[in-house]
């Protein structure tokens, strides 16, 4: 158990509507990272959040929003969904920013039907 | 742009067959090669994090190497509870983003 945890592990919606998905980094990890798992493309990275605040940003589509919450946990919103949406969407945290080791979470499963 | 190149692309070996997975990498001014290992339906799990050319890590039967263009990571005498898919990543320059090779999966037969 890596610590990380992200809810819900699976998720199935229909074209067009909005999801989100939520992190809750391990105690103490200030950074959140979360990056899209599909068969093709591999691991890519989305967006970085340290301490509330947004740091960086990947390949993350328009419709594709996040936030960092006070409490630290973070939430991955996706909106007007279409099939190439469906994909595993991975949080990763680490202590600070400036990147050392991250520790993944179980992922969401997402798929768009 | 950062590149990763992992191969090869699946290995499969019998238990106690040593081997090594190839992580070749084109980066801009490294920060740290990361090796990880992903369970099927799983997140990535940490392995090691190699940041000079000419270092080496260990854990169990798995050791790490770097050289100024590409990572190693031996396996020795695998158990079949080491089959996963490993993946290498680097962070570069001042990127706040891992970036990821596709992966080796290795399966080790009994």
Known sequence: DSGVTQTPKHLITATGQRVTLRCSPRSGDLSVYWYQQSLDQGLQFLIHYYNGEERAKGNILERFSAQQFPDLHSELNLSSLELGDSALYFCASSVRAG???????QGTRLTVV | EDQVTQSPEALRLQEGESSSLNCSYTVS????????RQDPGKGPEFLFTLYSAGEEKEKERLKATLTKKESFLHITAPKPEDSATYLCAVQAGRSEKLVFGKGTKLTVNP
Do not use: D, H, Q, V
């Not at chain 1, 990147?99 to 979470?105: M, N």
């Open chain 1, 99 to 105: 990147y050392t080791e991250a520790f993944f979470g």
């Open chain 2, 29 to 36: 001014g490294l920060r740290g090669l990361f090796w990880y």
